[in-house]
């Protein structure tokens, strides 16, 4: 049987993107066994799309110090549904901050831990000016999330 790691990304700019695209290559070109990686934005995500996922890896912008309009949204409109259902969901985070991303990541594990999903790595946060390591990085997460899951670890 075939499971899913839900890649919830924000990707307003090709940066963003190119973070994205990097952890859908890094797993599609892997041995993860019966693991794919879906990737949706935060925008179209309902609660069946995490219910139904085996873990679930937040990426999201630091934008004016918080995360994402988009990935609050998601939150706002889902959170309520998830509380029940989902608990013990493996969870990974990566946060793209042009600042230091502290508020955003604080947020992020706050929502996770009320949840009670498991984070299962520490949030890697990408800060500063851009750099092409960030998608090396985001893929070697997401890779290790979809290993993990295939391999039982999680």
Not at 86 to 107: E, N, Q, S
Not at 114 to 140: H, M, N, Y
């Amino acid at each position: 049987m075939c499971k899913t790691v839900l890649l919830i990304a924000h990707t307003p700019s090709p940066n963003t993107m190119a973070l994205a695209n990097a952890a859908i290559e890094a797993v599609a070109s892997a041995d993860t066994g019966n693991v794919i990686m879906r990737l949706m934005s935060p925008f179209d995500v309902r609660t069946p799309d995490v219910n139904d996922a085996a873990a679930v890896i937040i990426g999201t912008t630091e934008n004016i110090g918080y995360m994402a309009g988009a990935t609050k949204d998601m939150f706002d409109r889902c959170y309520n549904d998830w509380l029940e259902s989902t608990a013990a969901k493996p969870v990974a985070i990566y946060i793209r901050a042009g600042l230091d991303g502290t508020a955003t990541k604080t947020a992020l594990l706050s929502i996770c831990n009320g949840l009670k999903w498991r984070l299962i790595a520490a949030p890697l946060v990408a800060r500063g000016a851009w750099q092409d390591d960030f998608c090396t990085e985001v893929s070697e997460l997401c890779l290790g999330v979809a290993i993990g899951i295939d391999s039982g670890i999680y």
